[in-house]
């Protein structure tokens, strides 16, 4: 009997270090797999999000990018500028645009797109003399390159409202596709939350006239699942990986359907499956089906609480909603699982100066800076939330810094920080 217990004890003993080691073994090749990402695979994904108006995501990607770059990649650096310029063009941060831009078209002074987004953010910013010179040299290049795009005059408040009517009227009419592309059209001139409102009710609808009834036949094989062998596992994680390439490839192609079907097929294999979750969430975000998104992006974090770009995107869909409580306490939450990321307390500092709690967000913007001291934009947060606590002194030493790193300052906002501070 002894002999027996003992053997059994021997055959746990020896399972359980196995199963550490596999564990360990799948931890390492994760952390090695991110590890040798190169600059060209983040600018390369942030080029992707770019061109499905996935702005937060593409901004994260190019800053990852640009400590992997190589002395011989310096063509590389200027485009990932150029990327990030355009991206933050597309948030509105135009400052922030204006400092990319000129980093890359220091590098190289003949990229159009840097031109092009100079000149967007200078318009954007009122600066209408330098806009007009940049966008010449912008047409100046693309004639010498044998093309050309005219640069489309500022859009109306007037240019929206007549896209939202029709968008409206195709609403009624029931022609929801119609309606999607018009308030589309009309979020391309510029975000309102209104007209966001307006696309998550016309894809309810379409959800609501389109919802399958019933159980498939692939829902009632996930129920077999159960008690599955070392061979079934291994089944399960290769249709996983090719469910996953599979929507990734239709994703890229900007058949954000396709997608949503072949990460619907992962979770009916495994429904803890987070990355699936994450990358539903990107495909309904981008077809601004932002309930549907936050749902996703919820369960991709409960499954997985190191998944940074995850608790990134949900934070800023928050934000973008105005849902400030929430974006701090989702912010939280990350951190604990993830003290290292500077996105994460960028994050949280951008929620709390919204929330107008200036002493927190400056905490969070100094914990980024620890982390990552080179980003001009939290040095410029940093200043402005002094600037808001009254402590001109320190908004004056962070407005220097952001400005040496190459962050654009209004020179009336320096003037008036070295009054009050009581410089020269």
């Known amino acids: 009997m ?13 399972f ?36 499905r108006k996935l702005i937060p995501d593409a901004i994260v990607e190019f800053k990852k990018a640009i400590p992997l770059l190589k002395e011989d990649e310096s063509q590389l650096k200027a485009e990932i500028f150029a990327s990030l310029a355009n991206a933050y063009n597309w948030k509105g941060t135009h400052k922030a645009a204006i400092t990319a831009c000129n980093k890359a078209l220091e590098i190289n002074p003949d990229i159009a797109n840097a031109h092009y987004n100079l000149g967007f953010a200078y318009r954007e910013e009122g600066n209408r003399k330098l806009a007009e010179k940049e966008f010449a040299l912008y047409e100046k290049l693309l004639k010498r390159e044998g093309e050309y795009i005219e640069i489309p005059d500022k859009p109306s ?42 696309l998550g009710q016309v894809h309810q609808q379409k959800r609501a006239a389109g919802k399958p009834e019933g159980t498939s036949k692939s829902e009632k094989a996930s129920d077999k699942m159960a008690n599955m062998t070392k ?26 359907d396709k997608a949503i079907d072949a990460y619907k097929e992962i979770l009916k294999i495994d429904s803890k499956e987070s990355e699936a979750h994450y990358n539903l969430g990107n495909a309904y975000a981008d077809k601004e089906m932002f309930s549907d998104a936050i749902i996703m992006y919820k369960k991709a974090v409960e499954n997985n609480p190191k998944f940074v770009d995850a608790y990134l995107n949900l ?26 990321d500077p996105f994460l307390c960028f994050y949280l500092g951008e929620a709390y100066a919204m929330n107008l709690q200036y002493k927190e967000a400056i905490t969070e913007y ?34 220097k810094k952001a400005e040496k790193l190459g962050y654009p300052i209004n020179p009336e906002f320096i003037s008036d920080l070295k009054d009050k501070a009581g410089t020269e």
Do not use: W
């Open 2 to 14: 002894n002999i027996l217990k003992k053997t059994i004890i021997l055959v746990v003993i020896s």
């Open 16 to 51: 359980l270090l196995s199963y550490s080691c596999f564990a360990q073994t799948d931890a390492e090749h994760s952390q090695e797999e991110e590890q040798s990402q190169t600059a060209k695979d983040h600018f390369e994904r942030g080029d992707r999000f770019l061109a």
């Open 157 to 198: 408040s007037e240019d929206i409202e007549k896209l939202v009517t029709l968008g409206d009227n195709y609403f009624k009419e029931g022609k929801l596709d119609e309606a999607i592309a018009e308030y589309k059209k009309a979020l391309d001139i510029k975000p309102r939350d209104d007209i966001l409102n307006k």
């Open 231 to 256: 061979t079934d596992k291994a089944t399960k994680d290769a249709s996983i990986e090719e469910l996953l390439k599979k929507g990734s490839t239709f994703y890229d192609a900007g058949e954000i």
């Open 315 to 340: 934070s800023t869909l928050y934000l973008d909603m105005d849902l400030i409580e929430e974006a701090i306490s989702l912010c939280r939450q990350a951190i604990n699982s993830n003290s290292n």
């Open 366 to 399: 100094k914990k980024a800076m620890s982390i990552n001291p080179m980003d001009p934009e939290t040095q410029y947060r940093l200043a402005e939330s002094y600037y808001e606590i009254e402590q001109f002194d320190m908004a004056l030493e962070h407005v």
